[in-house]
């Protein structure tokens, strides 16, 4: 069974700079595109940011050239670099893995339970 569990979530001022990682369990981590969310609230799950297994990498507008994402293969980790943090950039973050399909799109296979990231004015 296939087991994401993020960490690296927490409260931070605006320009402030977090690093989230996803630790991946259970399965073969390296064949799998990774990718970030979040859900604001009141808001629906939004994609953040995805690597694919051969290192490819998108964003979404809202954080481009402020977020930064990576893997590393040996560790079974992705990591998500956030810089210039936004009171906007609050939600919960959630990581998520899948063997094939649009990098971007939210039908992940698998997903963690999220952390919190919280940005005060």
């Known amino acids: 069974q296939v087991q994401l569990v993020e960490s690296g979530g927490g409260l931070v001022q605006a320009g402030d700079s977090l690093r989230l990682s996803c630790a991946v369990s259970?399965?073969?981590?390296?064949?799998?595109?990774m990718g970030w969310f979040r859900r604001a609230p009141g808001k629906a799950r939004e994609f953040v940011a995805a690597?694919?297994?051969?290192?490819?990498?998108a964003y979404a507008d809202s954080v481009k050239d402020r977020f930064t994402i990576s893997r590393d293969n040996d560790k079974n980790t992705v990591y998500l670099q956030m810089n210039s943090l936004k009171p906007d950039d609050t939600a919960v973050y959630y990581c998520?893995?899948?063997?094939?399909?649009?990098?971007?799109?939210?039908?992940?296979?698998?997903w963690g339970h999220g952390t919190q990231v919280t940005v005060s004015s």
């Open positions: 690597v694919a297994r051969d290192g490819f990498t």
């Open positions: 998520a893995a899948r063997r094939s399909g649009y990098m971007r799109a939210t039908n992940y296979e698998y």
């Open positions: 259970g399965g073969t981590f390296n064949i799998y595109t």
